[in-house]
């Protein structure tokens, strides 16, 4: 049996630990920062900022849901060349898995963790989205299913 919108997203809240995940709307949004600092190393300032999220679209009348994420970077570089700045942004919409990890050492890293000589981070998108999916799918919610399945 298909647990009832309203009842279904009063549930959001039992998925916060230790992910970040709410309600607007009719749609359950995810959002994680990955990893901001700021890094200073003997030549060079820099900074990185990754973020992901998954929205989830709820459809009540055929109990199915739909995610489409969003990732996306930023940062800056000064170094003895001038300034650069850049970043991305990316959606998608179907079934995949990320994973990504980085460990920079030979600088001084600032994060909200404080300062270390060592900014080391990683992300599995499926640590992330697969409580999300599996809370829909125990709660009577179906997957929708696209062109390929």
């Known amino acids: 049996m298909t647990t009832s919108l309203p009842e279904l997203l009063a549930k959001v809240d039992s998925l916060n630990d230790p992910a970040n995940y709410e309600v607007d709307g009719d749609t359950i949004v995810g959002r994680w920062d990955i990893v901001r600092a700021q ?23 055929k ?5 489409r994420e969003t990732d996306s970077e930023g940062g800056m570089v000064i170094d003895g060349d001038g ?31 404080g300062l270390s000589p060592v900014l080391a981070w990683s992300f599995d ?7 999300l999916f599996e809370f ?8 929708k299913k696209g062109l390929f399945g």
Request: aromatic residues 12%; proline residues 4%.
């Open 39 to 61: 890094s200073l190393y003997p030549t060079e300032f820099r900074t990185i900022d990754k973020k992901f999220s998954v929205i989830i679209t709820l459809n009540e009348a």
């Open 63 to 67: 109990g199915t849901w739909k995610p």
């Open 83 to 113: 300034i650069s700045i850049g970043g991305s942004a990316n959606t998608f919409s179907g079934k995949r898995t990320q994973k990504s990890f980085s460990f920079e050492f030979g600088g001084v890293n600032k994060t909200e963790d």
């Open 125 to 131: 998108s499926d640590k992330i989205k697969k409580p």
């Open 136 to 143: 829909l799918e125990a709660n009577g919610w179906k997957r």
